[in-house]
């Protein structure tokens, strides 16, 4: 019924926004539904299998650039003279999700050899080698990125209004979650809870703890590479800044904000974030200091960060 309610709320935004006269309203609510995306993958991963990355935004990158460089060869010359370029997002979506599926299981089959802060640390250093990879590609803009001058064409839609921008990415999300709740609550994601829990136990029972944590971080990068790819159709532009470091950070604030472990939580955390960094901006120039105040209230003053807290006034309302 929750749910039913909060879908409801996403669908009345671009009503809403229109009726106050907030057109930047609609914009934000956009970027809450890409980034919720992005930090719930994060959070299968962390949450669910207790993987600490810190390269995650190196996928949302690549699936952005996806878009961006099939844009580039739209009816020109075709990439390497044999991938011929597309503006139809059918085809751009599906092809950001292999290949930022492809590079996280490259990455993934490599960095989870190790555990603990050498695995952090790896994730974090084959995400700069490809930020800095991408900042070479000349051809594609190097470090000022590339420009897509429109959205990809879906289904006959105006992609230029941005409510049906909206209405789309909604769609997309909200088939995104139901698609992760069935693995979450699937046997495989019990064995990767397992896994995360008692990774000896699970392999002394019979499991490969490699194997199905390789395929959790191919999904992950495969999640997070959708809304690296819906962004770039949001901001029709994308740069190497899409997987520096920071932005991995940034993905690791919502989860921990929303509540890591959480189902909902990315969303919640996803929207603390850009609210509080849209408002507090506009306040002071050192708005990173006052959100790291309110970062520390949440892991220090809540059990399960605002996910946990809205549990816990349910449950006594």
Known sequence: MRVLIGLLALVAVPFLADAMGQPALLSLATRILIYAIAAASLNFILGYGGMVSFGHAAFFGVGAYSVGILFAHAGGDALWGVVPGSTNLLVTLP??????????????????????????????????????????????????????????????????????????????????????????????????????????????????????????FVLAGMGVGLAGALMANFLRFASPDMMHWTKSGEF?????????????????????????ETYLAG??????????????????????GIAGLLARLGGRG
């Open 252 to 276: 690791m604030i919502m989860v921990i904000l929303g509540g890591v472990g959480s189902f909902f939580g990315p969303v919640f955390g996803a929207a603390a974030f850009l609210v509080l």
């Open 95 to 216: 092809v950001a999700v292999v290949l930022s599926g492809t590079v996280a299981g490259v990455i993934g089959a490599l960095s989870l050899r190790t555990n603990g802060v050498q695995f952090i640390m790896i994730t974090l250093a084959f995400a700069q080698m490809l930020f800095f990879f991408f900042v070479s590609l000349t051809p594609y803009g190097g470090e000022d990125g590339i420009i897509i001058r429109r959205s990809n064409e879906f289904l006959g839609l105006n992609m230029r209004d941005k409510a049906v921008l909206y209405f789309v990415i909604l769609g997309i999300a909200v088939v995104f979650f139901a698609g992760l709740w069935r693995v979450v609550n699937s046997s495989f994601g019990a064995v990767l809870q397992g896994i995360r829990q008692n990774e000896r136990r699970m392999a002394a029972l019979g499991f490969a703890p490699y194997r199905y944590k390789l395929y959790a």
């Open 283 to 304: 306040w002071t120039e050192h708005w990173q200091l006052a959100l790291g105040v309110i970062l520390l209230v949440v892991v220090l003053g809540t059990k399960g």
